[in-house]
């Protein structure tokens, strides 16, 4: 009996034991994760955080304390970027942005509605031809289309840079829309089209309300890609009146040399609206793309 008693009692400590090395294991992997998030929270906004508060120094403490705060907040830093051309260049990105969001979201969701909601011939083969814009790179393309927007007068307006944003980037959100819109249920088109609703009317009323989700991740993605782009800012742009803020900033820099926190108060009001977007859209932009790729 006590033989069998202290044999039953092995297996009942050898659990315990068990389980606390699984309890500690789960706890060392949890604060392990989240170490790993901290450090990399620190790597992201340390650098944003660093930018910011370079803005409020003189370049003596840019120099000499480089990793310490300001001594004083030097609005008139931020105040000179501004009149300097900052307040130009965020009105051109502002314009040619929102022009081209527009734009690219409302044909793209147009055209994924056509390509996965509608029966057109050679449907296939038009979602091949679309697909193969994604391999069209815009820097070798530079050449071509200075001289088509030369003869069609775009070159050096606002226009050329929304066509420009607008058309390289329909092949991607075509794809990245209709990832979520092909398996919005059949049913719902069905039951609005027996309510005398026409194929507009389902587009605007039914299907574009349930891609909400995805229309958001579609806009950031396409304002992250046009307030920062620079070649054919650079390239089709030549007026000063019309540069973007990636150019302008550079063409501030060269034109204030040193002066270091002037140019760190411009970078920090050109990164702060794409920030506040994104902090706004978030939930959104993080609903649609998962869903789009787990449809």
Excluded at 5 to 24: F, K, T
Excluded at 101 to 113: G, K, M
């Amino acid at each position: 009996m006590i033989a069998l008693g202290s044999s039953m009692e092995r297996p009942a400590s050898h659990r315990g034991a068990a389980r606390a090395s699984l309890g500690v294991r789960a706890v060392a992997a949890r604060l392990l994760g989240w170490s790993l998030l901290g450090a990399f929270a620190v790597a992201v906004l340390y650098p944003v955080l660093w930018m910011v508060l370079s803005g409020f120094k003189d370049n003596q403490e840019i120099f000499n304390q480089p990793w310490a705060p300001p001594g004083e907040l030097r609005w008139e830093n931020y105040a000179r970027a501004w009149d300097l051309g900052v307040v130009r260049y965020f009105t051109n990105s502002v314009i040619v942005t929102g022009a081209s969001i527009l734009a690219t979201t409302l044909i793209s969701a147009w055209a994924a509605y056509g390509l996965c909601r509608l029966r057109l011939p050679f449907g296939n083969a038009v979602a091949l031809l679309v697909l193969g814009g994604l391999l069209l790179s815009p820097t070798v393309a530079l050449i071509p289309l200075f001289r088509l927007l030369t003869s069609i007068g775009l070159f050096d307006t606002h226009w050329a840079l929304i066509v420009l944003y607008t058309a390289f980037r329909i092949p991607f959100t075509i794809f990245l829309i209709r990832a979520y819109m092909i398996e919005l249920p059949r049913a719902v088109d069905e039951a609005a089209t027996i309510d005398g609703a026409t194929r507009t009317q389902v587009f605007w009323r039914v299907i574009l309300p349930m891609c909400r989700p995805i229309l958001v991740s579609a806009a950031l993605l396409q304002a992250l890609f046009a307030w920062n782009e620079f070649a054919f800012a650079l390239v089709f742009i030549s007026d000063e009146a019309l540069k973007t803020l990636p150019v302008g900033l550079v063409a501030m820099q060269s034109r204030l040399l040193t002066d270091w926190p002037v140019v760190l108060a411009g970078l920090t009001m050109a990164a702060l609206p794409t920030i506040l977007l994104f902090l706004v859209g978030q939930r959104q932009f993080l609903r649609g793309l998962t869903e789009g790729v787990g449809k």
